[in-house]
């Protein structure tokens, strides 16, 4: 089994623009290129899982995710980094249309598709990590069994308070990555 590191997209990866699709309008926030390159670079898996309501709602489609995802993959490749996985819940149940309306497993703060991610990758959830920028990428982490860190970048800056008991809060991706290198590094040299 290998570990991984589970990040959320919008706010933890790239700067939070509402529903974004446009190849154009994506932009890494500072460190995060480095940050994924570090988490690869010491044998983690990197895996995307994004709630996509935008889709459900029809603002876009699979293919245009798909696109801005095949964009990121190319920018992360660049630079020796990339994910190796994309997880997307397309579903909302009160906003979403025809078969997108959906109560599902898979938007967080569920843990489907982390859970989903475990499965298919072989991942040791409880040797892995989440990412995220909200209250809800903790919950959906921690109850696929994550340890979870929680960015200040995106919404992270307002919804850091009032998290669990041992949820660090650090600046950016970046941080967090150096976090997890410096703290399963400590745990393996016991």
């Not at 009032?162 to 745990?187: E, F, R, W």
Request: aromatic fraction near 8%; charge should be negative.
């Amino acid at each position: 089994m290998r570990r991984a590191v589970f990040l959320d997209r919008d706010g933890t990866i790239n700067e939070e623009k509402d529903y974004l699709w446009r190849v154009e309008e994506f932009t890494f926030i500072d460190g995060a290129v480095e940050a994924i390159r570090l988490l690869k670079d010491a044998g983690y898996l990197v895996v995307v899982v994004t709630n996509q309501s935008g889709i459900g709602r029809g603002y876009y489609g699979e293919a245009d995710l798909e696109r801005l995802h095949s964009h990121m993959q190319s920018e992360l490749e660049r630079v020796g980094a990339a994910v190796d996985d994309y997880y997307f819940c397309p579903h909302h149940p009160h906003h979403g249309v025809g078969s997108y309306a959906v109560e599902c497993s898979c938007r967080k703060p569920l843990p489907g598709m982390v859970l989903q991610a475990v499965r298919e990758l072989d991942i040791d959830v409880a040797s892995s990590w989440m990412v995220g920028d909200k209250k809800a990428d903790m919950e959906a982490g921690r109850a696929a069994g994550c340890r979870t860190i929680m960015v200040r970048t995106g919404y992270g800056a307002a919804e850091a308070d009032g998290l669990p008991p041992g949820v660090p809060v650090v600046a950016d991706l970046l941080a967090a990555a150096t976090m997890i290198l410096s703290q399963d590094k400590s745990a393996g040299a016991q």
